[in-house]
Every structure is written in C-alpha cells, then in structure tokens.
C-alpha cells in the first residue's frame, strides 16, 4: 500500500509504504488453528486406520503452511516513510522496532526502476544521490511499486536540478 500526503503549500510530501495483509494477529492464528484441526483429524482417522505416514506429511505439510503465513504476515509490520522536501529527501525504513535512516539531496536525487535479471521478478525503485542509493519498496507488490515511483518522480521532479531526469 502506498499513501502519499503533499503540505498546503506543495513544497513538502511524504509517501508511505506499507505491505498488505488482511489478517490481524488473531485471524492469524484462529487461520492457523482451524488448518490444524482439520488436517491433523483427517490423517489421525487415517493413521488410525493404519496409514501412519499420512499423519507424518500432514505435520510437515502443516509446518510449512505456517511458516509461510507467518513470514507474509510479518511483512505488515515494514513501513518506509519518505519526506521529500526542497533541500533533503528523508527516507526511514522500520521493521518491527528496527529503524534506519537515510538522507540525500532533493535536487540531486534520481529516481530509478531496474528490471530484475530473472523475468519473474519484481523490478526495484532505487533512488540515488550522489554516493548514497536506497532501494525502496522491496517489499511491495510490482504495481505498488511502479506507483511508488511514480509518486516519488512526482514529488521529486519540482526541486530537481537535472533536467529531463523524470521525462520518461
């Protein structure tokens, strides 16, 4: 998800981006807890009927499916806050409680979408300035990024001070 907020005078904006994920801790886990009950009853009644191995896979098979819900379901708590003023861009990466913090130049900064090597892959919104470039939105979807990058082009394009850099 991105969101995008510009101040009364449209000299500053700040852009957010949130991954996306529907369920709260407790969905989660009430999702978590009705696969298990459902899975482990139908290969307890086939175990019970002498094809044990079925309850080892429903285990596994159950494993792996919350493990994969439970790193989606992280994903929610990474935010990027982006403040585009006129001298500095302000870009704060949060996970969890972890923080980051990067600064560059407004009028310096160049907004870029790399194609990934490997077709199936998102591409990456990298800003740069200087010796400085921060990917953003790596955790978004490929729309989602391509509006983030829009949005940043957008904002950025006012105070930049190379030409033709967001004509594409």
Same mark, same amino acid.
Do not use: C
């Given at each position: 998800?991105?969101?995008?907020w510009q101040?009364s005078?449209?000299?500053k904006? /700040?852009i #957010?981006? @949130?991954?996306?994920?529907?369920l709260?801790? %407790?969905g989660l #886990?009430?999702?978590?807890l $009705?696969l298990a009950?459902v =899975? #482990? =009853?139908?290969a307890?009644? #086939?175990?019970?009927q002498g094809?044990w191995?079925?309850?080892l +896979?429903?285990?596994?098979?159950l494993?792996?499916? $919350?493990?994969?819900?439970? @790193?989606a379901w ?5 935010s990027?806050?982006?403040?585009i %003023?006129?001298?500095r861009?302000?870009v ?8 980051? /913090?990067?600064?560059? !130049?407004?009028a310096?900064?160049?907004?870029e &979408?790399k194609?990934?090597? +490997?077709?199936?892959?998102?591409? @990456?919104v990298i800003i740069?300035?200087?010796?400085t470039? !921060?990917?953003?939105?790596?955790? &978004?979807?490929?729309?989602e ?10 904002a +950025?394009?006012k105070h930049?001070? +190379?030409? %033709? $850099?967001?004509? =594409?």
């Amino acid at each position: 998800m991105v969101l995008t907020w510009q101040s009364s005078d449209k000299k500053k904006a /700040r852009i #957010l981006a @949130r991954g996306n994920f529907s369920l709260d801790a %407790g969905g989660l #886990l009430n999702l978590l807890l $009705a696969l298990a009950v459902v =899975s #482990l =009853s139908l290969a307890g009644l #086939l175990a019970w009927q002498g094809y044990w191995p079925v309850l080892l +896979i429903a285990v596994i098979q159950l494993a792996l499916v $919350a493990w994969i819900l439970i @790193r989606a379901w992280q994903r929610t708590w990474v935010s990027e806050v982006i403040e585009i %003023g006129e001298d500095r861009i302000s870009v704060t990466h949060q996970r969890h409680h972890k923080k980051r /913090r990067y600064e560059l !130049v407004t009028a310096w900064t160049v907004v870029e &979408l790399k194609q990934p090597d +490997i077709a199936w892959y998102s591409p @990456r919104v990298i800003i740069r300035s200087g010796k400085t470039q !921060v990917e953003l939105g790596s955790f &978004l979807t490929s729309e989602e990024r391509l509006q983030l990058r829009e949005q940043l082009q957008s904002a +950025i394009r006012k105070h930049s001070a +190379i030409k %033709g $850099a967001f004509d =594409s």
